[in-house]
């Protein structure tokens, strides 16, 4: 069964999303012309827009319309508190803990030595140029608990260093939950190397 | 080892891993029976997969897969003993830089056994006191021999003569050393080579020598192929000095 040629296009160009193959895209391009072409009309609007509009915010990198995004401008957030993160994910996922009232800086990304991305990549001279302007008093390492984000991290710390700006880093353990027989070694070892002192 | 077959409990390193699909990577691993392999493994990127803890560079594992002819598919990955201590976070750079030369110099299902305690070795160096720059010379060398193209550190190339400790050579690719008549900025003295053979490398002036002897001697095994970790380490100290 041959596509009109239109619709092999929208069923080719839905399978540029996260977790499509050529079932799922097909059954989406149906859904939309059957029975939500308003629906899919609005998709249409919305992702125009967004492609449009939406790019990274010249201070933090994360994504948004206008040169700076919600947090940077916002007077409520502490500018002295820097949490470095790899992607828009992360800054999402920190603040629905709830508990961060500092800024960001999103790398897209770590150090990836073998895939050619360095410190250029990840707009790393922004971020030094940032510690330099003296606001920021302590950077908060939020890079994957990998050895790419570990590294990462530490060269970062390097960076605060040098401009006496002090670096820490998350905590990695056991899970909130989270029970030690199925926890694994290394992140066990972990655990018990950044054990606190308690009472 | 080429063919289909159910490989169980492969000792093996990690040496690099890439994103595949939306939920799955194409591991690289450095086994020890059968050299270096690509492996697919589906689903690994998922929320609550717990193999992503294991899959880490630099730690001894032990695989299991399916070999399909070039690739193959994973099934599992545990750690292989305690998990040794991680390489600290200003020598994984070394670490990323032997993982490349491996995945670039080796050819895929070349059984290398040698090389495999030669890196074992070279890890645990690197988590050793020792300066990073040896424990990277000693593998550079050892690998080269591993690949066929082992330094004569012994003898000079035309006249088969032994290497004298006070004299300079230049080192002429494919065929060896050969004397030099005076000390430059490309000879090699004969101290460093003789130091370099019995793997006795210890000051750092020495360690540059074998440095640029080496990289020269691995430039021609890369034909001409950059080495991405080099440049990302270059760039590294240049925003850090």
Known sequence: ?199 | MKGAGRILLAPAYLLHQAPWRDSSRVLEFFTRDHGRLSVFARGVRRPGSRVGSVLQPFQPLLVSFLLRGEAGSFIAAEPDGAPDAPLAADRTMSGFYLNELLLKLLGRHDSHLQLYADYTRALTDLRSAQPQARALRLFEKRLLESLGYGLDLEREAVTGAALRLHAHYHYQPERGMAPAAAPTASTYSGAMLCALAEETLHDEAMLREARRLLQTALAGCLEGRALKSRDVMLAMKRMSS
Not at chain 1, 75 to 96: F, H, K, N, S
Not at chain 1, 135 to 146: K, P
């Open chain 1, 1 to 199: 069964m041959q596509y009109s040629p239109t619709l092999a296009r929208l069923i080719e160009a839905l399978r540029c999303l996260p977790g499509v193959g050529p079932k799922s895209a097909q059954r989406m391009a149906f859904h939309l012309l059957e029975r939500n072409r308003n629906g899919g009309a609005e998709l249409a609007t919305a992702m125009q827009a967004a492609l449009t509009s939406v790019g990274h915010c010249e201070r933090c990198r994360m994504l948004t319309e206008g040169p700076l995004c919600a947090v940077c401008t916002s007077r409520q957030r502490d500018a002295g508190l820097l949490c470095v993160v790899e992607t828009p994910a992360d800054v999402i996922a920190v603040e629905q803990s709830g508990g961060f009232r500092g800024q960001y800086f999103v790398l897209m990304g770590h150090l990836s030595p073998l895939d050619g991305i360095g410190p250029e990549q990840l707009g790393l001279e922004r971020l030094d140029a940032r510690l330099e302007e003296g606001e920021v008093r302590e950077v908060i390492l939020a890079t994957n608990s990998t050895v790419e984000g570990e590294t990462t991290a530490h060269f970062i710390s390097e960076l605060a260093r040098r401009r006496g700006v002090r670096a820490t880093r998350i905590a990695h353990g056991v899970p909130m939950g989270g029970e030690l027989e199925y926890v694994d070694g290394g992140t066990l070892a972990h655990a018990l190397a950044g054990r606190q002192l308690i009472g």
